[in-house]
């Protein structure tokens, strides 16, 4: 019997953290919710604590769902230490530590990919206002994303060089760097892909609502039943997974021109929706790969 934490911002846990919940204990473990913030370190020489309140952790892995969102640098910095110390413990991190971090950020989600010849949009990540300037002109029609950013929020569709350059002057003034990328034509839809373990646990299309481009369900989208489950996109999503180290991840996967490109790799995917297309949630299965993890 192992007690197994699910690490979260939020002070009350979502609906995904809360099957993890329930699924550690019908495997007849013990679940931990915990809030990041409510983790506390101290250090005197050669001796460093981790505890929650009074209490040392006693935990032997955790889900890593979330560290927060609009965090400020100091508090992001010591939320990645806090979890460092607790990964280099001896404390399971699913997904782990560095991976989890790498997959908030879409300029390392696409060197990893590129770099590895798994396909991707043209993106370009530039300081630069006058090079950006000269790329909206060349690709005519392309996106602007926040480089953390998730669930659509901010990812604006541009076709005019002299609107996006008011825009990116202004992220430039406010310290964003711009990360913009071809805008993929895709058919209203794109594939969200949940890998686990190396495997794909299911996929669906998320379709986007009447006369937006965006497939986010919290943009309005919805999950359908993606059927035909092609051996192509299986490997790109595996691939995907695999080049950013994450344990599992929830991949978006464009259909371009008959082929597919990758859009973001998911290191702490919401999987609500995927679960009531499926007919099934991936919290046992996560639960299962992490009991794995822990007797490794
Ligand atoms: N280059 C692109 N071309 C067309 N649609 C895109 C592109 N990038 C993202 N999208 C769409 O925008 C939405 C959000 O994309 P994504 O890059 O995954 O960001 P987020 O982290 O906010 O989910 C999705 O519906 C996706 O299909
Ligand atoms: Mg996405």
């Not at 005197?44 to 609009?70: W, Y």
């Not at 021109?257 to 609500?272: C, I």
């Not at 919290?283 to 490794?296: D, G, P, S, T």
């Amino acid at each position: 019997m192992y007690t197994i934490a699910i690490i979260a911002d939020s002070p009350l846990p979502d609906r995904p953290c809360r099957e993890l919940y329930d699924a550690i204990k019908r495997r007849g473990h013990v679940p931990r919710y915990v809030p990041i913030s409510r983790i506390t370190t101290s250090f005197i020489t050669g001796n460093i604590s981790v505890k929650i309140r009074d209490r040392a952790i006693d935990f032997d892995a955790a889900f890593l769902r979330s560290i927060g969102f609009l965090l400020d640098l100091e508090q992001f910095l010591r939320r990645v230490t806090t979890l460092r110390i607790i990964e280099e413990m001896g404390i399971v991190l699913v997904n782990p530590l560095e991976p989890f971090l790498r997959s908030r950020n879409k300029l390392e989600i696409t060197y990893e990919l590129a770099r590895r010849g798994i396909p991707v949009p043209y993106t370009t990540c530039t300081e630069d206002l006058y090079y950006a300037y000269i790329e909206a002109k060349r690709l005519e029609e392309f996106v602007i994303k926040p480089i953390t950013g998730s669930r659509g929020f901010g990812i604006t569709k541009l076709n005019d060089p002299d609107i996006a350059f008011q825009v990116m002057k202004v992220l430039l003034g406010y310290r964003k760097p711009i990360y913009m990328q071809e805008y993929v034509r895709k058919p209203g839809r794109d594939i969200r892909v949940l890998v686990i373990d190396g495997q794909v646990f299911g996929c669906m299309y998320r379709i986007a609502p009447e006369g937006s481009w965006k497939t986010n369900v919290a943009q309005g989208g919805r999950g359908e039943p993606c059927n035909e489950s092609r051996r192509d996109v299986e490997e790109i999503a595996i691939k995907a997974t695999e080049a950013l180290g994450l344990i599992y991840a929830g991949v978006d996967i464009a259909e371009k021109d008959g082929s597919y490109v990758v859009l973001e790799v998911n290191g702490s995917p919401d999987w609500r929706e995927l679960s009531q297309v499926l007919g099934r949630s991936p919290a046992e299965k996560l639960v299962e790969v992490i009991v794995r993890l822990i007797k490794r």
